[in-house]
C-alpha cells in the first residue's frame, strides 16, 4: 500500500482519494482551533499562497485527541478556519491519528517517518509531515516548528 491509496474525507464530508494530490508536495497537519499552536494556521495558509501555484498542497485533518483543543464540529471548524485565518487549503473530517482507531493515512505517515527515538505516537496538534511529489514521506516536523521553518524544506522538494 502506498500514501495514493488512502481515501478520507474533505471537511463536507465528500470522499476523496489521496491520488487526487498525486505529483504534487504536500504538507499533511494535524491541527486543532483551540491550541496554542492554532496561530501557525497563518504560517500555513502563507505558504499554501506562495507555492500553490508552484505545486504544494497542504492538507489540515482536525484532531482532538490532544486536550480536547478540537471540540467543534466539522462545519464550526470550517467556519473558524474561513473566518479566522482565512485559509483555502484543503481541510478534512476530524479524526483521531494515535490508538487503534487512529486513520489509516495516519498509521501509514507514522510507520514511514517515526518521531523522535522511534516513536510512532504523534504527541500533538500541528505535527507536520513533508511529502515528495511522488509520495515518500520525506520528513516529521514536531508542533513547535513552525511553517516558517520549514519553508526551505518545501521549495527543496519543489525543485526536486
Known amino acids: 500500500m502506498d500514501l495514493y491509496d488512502f481515501e478520507v474525507n474533505k471537511i ?3 470522499p476523496t482519494k489521496i491520488q487526487a494530490f498525486k505529483g504534487k508536495v504536500l504538507l499533511i497537519v494535524n491541527t486543532a482551533s483551540n491550541c496554542g499552536f492554532t496561530p501557525q ?11 500553490k501555484d508552484s505545486g504544494l ?3 489540515g485533518f482536525p484532531c482532538n485527541q490532544f486536550g480536547y483543543q478540537e471540540k467543534g464540529s466539522n ?3 470550517q467556519s473558524f478556519c474561513k473566518v479566522k485565518f482565512g485559509i483555502k487549503f484543503p481541510l478534512f473530517e ?3 491519528v494515535n490508538g487503534k482507531n487512529a486513520h489509516p493515512l495516519y498509521s501509514y505517515l507514522k510507520e514511514k517517518a517515526p518521531g523522535i527515538l522511534g516513536s510512532k505516537k504523534i504527541k500533538w ?6 511529502v515528495s511529489k511522488n509520495g515518500e514521506v520525506i520528513k516529521r516536523y514536531a508542533p513547535n516548528i513552525t ?6 524544506d518545501i521549495k527543496e522538494a519543489l525543485d526536486a
Do not use: Q, V, W
Open 41 to 51: 494556521y497563518d504560517g500555513l495558509e502563507s505558504l499554501y499562497e506562495r507555492y
Open 57 to 59: 498542497e497542504i492538507l
Open 12 to 14: 463536507d464530508g465528500t
Open 125 to 130: 496538534n500541528f505535527t507536520k509531515f513533508l
Open 147 to 152: 511553517p516558517e521553518k520549514i519553508e526551505a
Open 75 to 77: 462545519d464550526e471548524i
Open 94 to 96: 476530524k479524526i483521531k
